[in-house]
């Protein structure tokens, strides 16, 4: 008997330890979209402080990022939107639900139609 711990081959380590790996060649456009907006959303509503009790008093709120972020958002729903299929709607849902948090976090609200992201989706009220 030897002293030293018996270990599995560092090959069968890594084979159970890392996560699925799928070339992006593989995965479908609407796939890439919908990760991507997904992606933009959680982001906006970071920076528009939703994920904390109190949004007005949220550390990691900014509004003049939240709207970059989602004038994004609302430029990739814009143009893939023939591509979505069903995701449209929901995606678009979400978007519209972003605007109106913007609108109502903002102090000085913009008008109509030049809200973030409104210069692609009209105005949003």
């Known amino acids: 008997m030897t002293d030293q711990p018996e270990f599995p081959a560092a090959t069968e380590t890594a084979a159970h330890t890392e996560p699925d790996v799928r070339e992006l060649a593989d995965i479908p456009a609407v796939e890439v979209i919908s990760r991507a907006a997904v992606m933009l959303m959680s982001s906006a ?25 989602i004038t994004a958002l ?8 023939e591509y979505l299929g069903p995701h449209a709607g929901p995606i678009r849902d979400g978007l519209q639900s972003l605007q109106r948090a913007f609108r109502e976090s903002s102090a000085h609200p913009d008008a109509p139609g030049t809200g973030p992201g409104e210069k692609y989706t009209g105005p949003v009220h």
Do not use: F, I, N, Y
Request: net charge negative; no cysteine; charged share 40%.
């Open 74 to 81: 609302a430029g990739l729903v814009t143009a893939s939107v």
């Open 45 to 69: 509503a970071e920076k528009l402080g939703l994920a904390d009790e109190d949004p007005d008093a949220s550390p990691r709120r900014d509004l003049d990022e939240a709207r970059r972020v």
